[in-house]
């Protein structure tokens, strides 16, 4: 059987880090089995419409490298992507039609004043839900199973807008397999009479993505927790289109949850403990309120993708650092959590941290020029940057490190570290003057001519290591961590090397050691 999989955001609003996590599953069940990974973009709630929300899905996706199969720009079979231009093209009104047809649904007359009446009564009665429509009030409300055909016929006529509601079963037992959670069972009487088509002709989210999932022969639905209710009425519709032998796979992802374990991870918490919850930066358009992302933060896509594939899935073995075709391969729904996840900043930065160290430089060099261009450097040729990246990468968290942790690769230092400082005795002063000059004559320039030079400095000045790399250090970097003084040199050339000794020996005062 071919494998046909859907991720199927609603543009409204910037994609959460727990919806990449649902592309995520999706795209490794897909890269396990091969098949097709349709991207839909659900957009019948015009409403709740956000400007620039399908772009950020798009984008997100292609930063994290979770290629779909087919999707908006990029056509496939089951085209188009956009339920908006679906129900343009007509796509739903006949389903709806033949639900009326076969008693399924029908059509409902109410005014909004009458449902929040309805709502009310059913509240103040000591019904949970409130539901203004089930089995129990659609005979007091105005719609075609209450009134004549004549009656119904005159409102349409007469232009009254209706809606088109499902008819609920008030005695079926709705039963169905999760592959998270196992069997779940419903009772119809649970259930109310829910919206299928709008006043204005527009599919709900419940009938779109049925129909939807059918048409487009999807055989696996993985999606949130949070739909886990909504199963149900989707299960009823099946069984009312007669589609149910041909349903879908169900698997309903466990939540993320925010580092303390209370609750689905919420940007609140996120800004509260200096993380994002978005994959890449957002504007909101409205406010003009503006959130990082993990992109922006300085983390790896490769890094997040491990980390977020880990966070709800359990691979079986101790192996932890994989990448997508390795976690594909290990990839199954069975061993999917069936209880929330906290989310461990902590671990994700060991993960990038892991995946920075293990990367070639050359990899890095498009994330880190930019960087280095934005902290207001000139950027030096791609030789010298992949090196200093190979110098740095044993050292670096998050990207921005690169730059924030070693500007003295872009800029000779304009500070001196003070601890450091207070040791720039007479004795070491010697020995810098005495390098420096060594340094000058030396007419090859690589880590071996500069690791005889320090021999040679320090058997003459009889001094012991430190005396002339603590020096050295200070004097190249300014700052007392980073990597070997001798590496740095090597890589900044003679000129820059001599030229930074002489500036630290003329500007750091003489020190008290
Ligand atoms: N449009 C729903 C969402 O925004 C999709 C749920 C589903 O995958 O069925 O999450």
């Not at 494998?3 to 609003?13: C, K, L, N």
């Not at 069940?29 to 091969?34: F, V």
């Not at 998050?398 to 730059?403: H, I, S």
Request: hydrophobic share 40%; net charge negative; glycine share 8%.
């Amino acid at each position: 059987m071919e494998v046909v999989v859907r991720f199927a955001p609603s543009p409204t609003g910037p994609l959460h880090i727990g919806g990449v996590r649902t592309a995520l599953y999706n795209y490794l069940l897909y890269k396990k089995h091969g098949g097709r990974f349709i991207l839909r973009i659900e957009d019948t709630d015009q409403n709740r419409f956000v400007p620039g929300a399908e772009e950020f899905v798009l984008e997100s996706l292609a930063w994290m490298g979770i290629d779909f199969s087919e999707g908006p720009g990029k056509e496939g079979e089951s085209g188009p992507y956009r339920q908006s231009e679906r129900h343009k093209a007509g796509l739903y009104t006949p389903f709806a039609e033949q639900l009326v047809r076969g008693g399924h649904a029908y059509l409902a007359f109410d005014t909004p004043e009458e449902l929040d009446a309805m709502r009310e009564k059913m509240t103040a009665e000591g019904h949970k839900s409130g539901a203004p429509y089930s089995f129990a009030t659609r005979h007091q409300m105005k719609n075609s199973l209450s009134l004549t055909p004549e009656e119904v016929q005159a409102r349409i006529d007469a232009g009254e807008p209706y809606v088109i509601r499902m008819l609920m079963p008030r005695k079926e037992e709705i039963r169905f397999y999760d592959e998270v959670h196992q069997w779940v069972m419903f009772h119809s009487s649970q259930l109310d009479d829910k919206v299928l088509v709008k006043s204005d002709g527009m599919p709900t989210y419940h009938l779109a993505n049925v129909v939807d999932d059918h048409l487009m022969g999807v055989t696996h639905v993985i999606r949130g927790e949070e739909w886990l209710s909504s199963t149900p009425l989707h299960v009823m519709l099946y069984r009312a289109f007669g589609w149910e032998r041909s349903i879908p796979a169900f698997v309903h992802l466990p939540l993320i949850l925010n580092p303390n374990g209370e609750g689905k991870m919420s940007k609140r918490m996120g800004d509260k403990l200096g993380f994002s919850v978005f994959p890449i930066s957002w504007t909101d358009p409205e406010t003009g309120n503006h959130s990082f992302g993990f992109r922006e933060a300085g983390y790896l896509p490769e890094a997040m993708m491990n980390f977020l594939a880990l966070l709800g899935w359990n691979p079986g073995h101790d192996e932890e650092i994989m990448d997508a075709a390795r976690m594909a391969e290990a990839f199954s729904l069975e061993k999917v959590n069936n209880s929330g996840t906290k989310f461990d900043i902590d671990k994700l930065k060991w993960f990038n941290q892991t995946y920075i160290r293990a990367a070639k430089p050359a990899h890095l060099l498009p994330v880190v020029k930019p960087l280095v261009a934005a902290a207001g450097f000139a950027v030096p040729e791609d030789a010298f940057l992949e090196e200093a990246i190979h110098l740095m990468q044993e050292r670096v968290t998050l990207l921005p490190d690169f730059v924030q942790d070693c500007r003295f690769f872009f800029e000779a230092p304009t500070a001196y570290d003070a601890k450091m400082s207070s040791k720039f005795g007479p004795k070491e002063r010697e020995v810098m003057e005495g390098l420096a000059t060594k340094w000058e004559n030396l007419t090859t320039w690589d880590l071996d001519s500069l690791h005889a030079t320090f021999e040679a400095i320090k058997l003459e000045m009889e001094v012991g290591n430190g005396k002339v790399l603590a020096p050295l250090r200070l004097a190249l970097t300014g700052v007392p961590a980073g990597p070997g003084a001798f590496e740095i040199a090597a890589l900044i050339g003679k000129n820059e090397s001599v030229a930074r000794i002489r500036a630290a020996l003329k500007n750091i005062p003489l020190g008290t050691a």
